[in-house]
């Protein structure tokens, strides 16, 4: 149980004793209130505070500061109670300072069990999640535009791991597009001599690929052929150049540390009759209507701005008829929740999407759809243009070989998945040994090397922090590691990451503040030292998972 989930629990159990004793009225029925617990912004206030008076006030019919006397005067202090004094402050807030002994015992646990520390019980454990994303075409290498999916999916899934829940990753790729099509039109071009079309694929990346073209897709047939399979030998070179590269894809994943538990394809969904089923399901319930030879979804009945094609007049299912095919196939396996994340772009395809599921009788919050807010890449002061097209970008494994995994992570996962950003990959590089990521990976590299020292020195650790920290750098020190949980409980909730690193930077800067303030190898005070060696301990073990949150290395030197 963290430290806040006691304080919750000493709350609780003060406002039953209030009403118990008749110190505070009983609830109306059918009014409920929750008790929140935050931490104060100046640390001095206490280690907790809750609003829960402001909150009964009206309920109650009762003024905020009573509630939150009678409050206060209910809450359990002494021996074996977390909580050493609360007071009442400002307009109807509650401050509570927890005992030493209480963060004393709950740090224990950090150097019991170091794996499992930082990860939390919270609502939605035991939850089987479907995440995808990324999911670029397969038309060409990953561009630092659809890098940005990457880290926030695969960040995401950490997140909820750490949270309990059961993750499967999933990659889902158009391999039966239009677009499969003109690669392999421009591949085949490329190999016979000729220009590539007007609306097909430039870059280097399409040369490679013609000049590795086997003979069988037309590869050695002169300039001025033209033969009446042309159209067919492009869709097969498509699909051979597709698969090259999405294993490259895969490759260039793997280097960044995300991996993928499936891979999924479009036309898969179209073979195996997930796209029919799902159209049939939507007409046995009335959803879908013809109309100048097409078949359209009620998406209006669902709040949507017009109706969508499902069927176009041509007999062609389009992309939606695919969404609503993948939605039934996912569901079909077990999940209980799906999360999609696309980019802004895709802004108008979340409600038909949702709309359908409902309509196909799943539970429309099962279907979520987080969207990415826009990433531009900078060069010299230069926005770099984006277009597979052209062959004008910049890869993934450019940027990483630039300025390393670690520091890409770090800047995505210190960013509101949805805001907006620039990402300036000179300026990056110049500073990337100011960068924060290194700050807090030195933190970690700088412990280890006290520990070694103190190994060397014939210094231990304390098997135990219990009435070890009686002094306040520890304390202040302390505090600051018991904190990871409840970092990590609020991240899950929330979706994101940005409050982790901003986490990791403060305890990094309370670690250096205490390293300077406290002498941790001191052979003249063994018994000092090793309580402090354990603390430094806790600290690193709380950096490391901190970092491996994110998927960044902790270094045991830099």
């Known amino acids: 149980m963290t430290l806040r989930a006691q304080a919750r629990r000493s709350v609780e159990a003060a406002w039953r004793q ?3 004793s008749g110190a505070l009225p009983p609830m109306p029925d059918g009014t409920v209130a929750d008790v929140t617990i935050e931490r104060p912004a100046n640390p001095e206030h206490g280690d ?26 209910a809450i359990a202090t002494g021996p074996g109670e977390p909580v050493l004094k609360a007071t009442v402050a400002g307009p109807g807030f509650v401050n509570l300072a927890l005992t030493d002994a209480a963060v004393e015992a709950f740090l224990d646990t950090i150097r019991s069990e170091p ?39 695969d960040l995401l899934c950490r997140v909820l791991e750490a949270g309990g829940q059961q993750v499967t990753r999933e990659y889902y790729f158009n391999d039966s597009g239009a677009q499969v099509q003109k690669l392999g039109a421009s591949i085949i071009a490329l190999a016979r001599g000729r220009e590539v079309p007007e609306d097909g694929y430039h870059g280097d990346y399409v040369e490679v690929l013609a000049a590795e073209l086997p003979a069988a897709f037309g590869a050695g047939a002169p300039a001025e052929a033209s033969e009446p399979d042309d159209e067919a030998a492009a869709w097969a070179a498509g699909r051979w150049a597709s698969e090259r590269i999405r294993a490259g894809i895969e490759a260039s994943l793997e280097a960044l540390g995300v991996h993928f538990d499936v891979w999924k394809t479009e036309g898969s969904l179209h073979a195996e009759g997930w796209v029919e089923r799902a159209v049939e399901r939507l007409r046995a319930g009335g959803h879908l209507y013809e109309q100048d030879g097409a078949l359209w979804f009620r998406s209006t009945a ?68 987080l969207l990415t807010g826009w990433v531009s890449f900078v ?40 805001v907006n950003i620039d990402f300036d990959i000179e300026l990056a590089k110049k500073q990337s040994n100011e960068n924060p990521v290194y700050y807090v990976q030195y933190a970690h590299a700088r412990i280890a090397s006290i520990l070694r020292r103190a190994a060397e020195a014939g210094l231990v650790a304390a098997p135990s922090l219990r009435d070890a920290l009686g002094g306040a750098p520890e304390l202040g020190l302390a ?26 930077t403060e305890l990094a800067t309370a670690f250096h503040a205490f390293y300077r303030d406290a002498k941790v190898v001191d052979a003249t005070d063994p018994g000092r030292s090793a309580a402090r060696l ?20 902790a270094p045991e030197s830099m």
């Open 479 to 504: 505090r600051i590691v018991a904190r990871l949980p409840e970092v990590v409980e609020d991240a899950v909730g929330a979706q994101e990451t940005q409050a982790i690193t901003t986490y990791a």
């Open 302 to 369: 669902f709040g949507d701005d017009k109706d969508r094609v499902v069927i176009r007049s041509n007999g062609e299912p389009t992309y939606f008829a695919s969404d609503i095919g993948y939605v039934t196939e996912k569901l079909s396996r077990g999940f209980d929740h799906l999360i999609y994340i696309w980019g802004a772009d895709h802004h108008g395809t979340v409600a038909r999407v949702q709309n359908a599921a409902q309509a196909m009788g799943y539970d429309r919050a099962a279907v979520e759809i």
């Open 18 to 20: 209030a009403t118990t």
């Open 534 to 553: 354990a603390l430094v301990d806790a600290t690193r073990i709380t950096l490391a998972n901190a970092l491996g949150l994110l998927g960044i290395s």
């Open 115 to 153: 794996a499992a520390w930082g990860r939390a019980a919270v609502p939605g454990s035991g939850r089987r999640v479907n995440v995808e994303f990324v999911s670029a075409n397969p038309t060409g290498p990953l561009t630092v535009g659809n890098a940005r999916g990457a880290f926030v999916g």
């Open 379 to 418: 060069r010299d002061g230069v926005e770099i243009s984006m277009s597979k097209r052209a062959g004008t970008f910049v890869t993934l494994d450019e940027l990483l070989a630039e300025i390393g995994p670690d520091a890409a992570r770090w800047f995505f996962a210190s960013r509101g998945a949805n």
């Open 48 to 73: 907790f505070a809750t609003n829960l008076a402001l909150r009964l006030a009206r309920p109650l019919r009762m003024p905020p500061g009573a509630i939150a006397a009678a409050l206060a005067d």
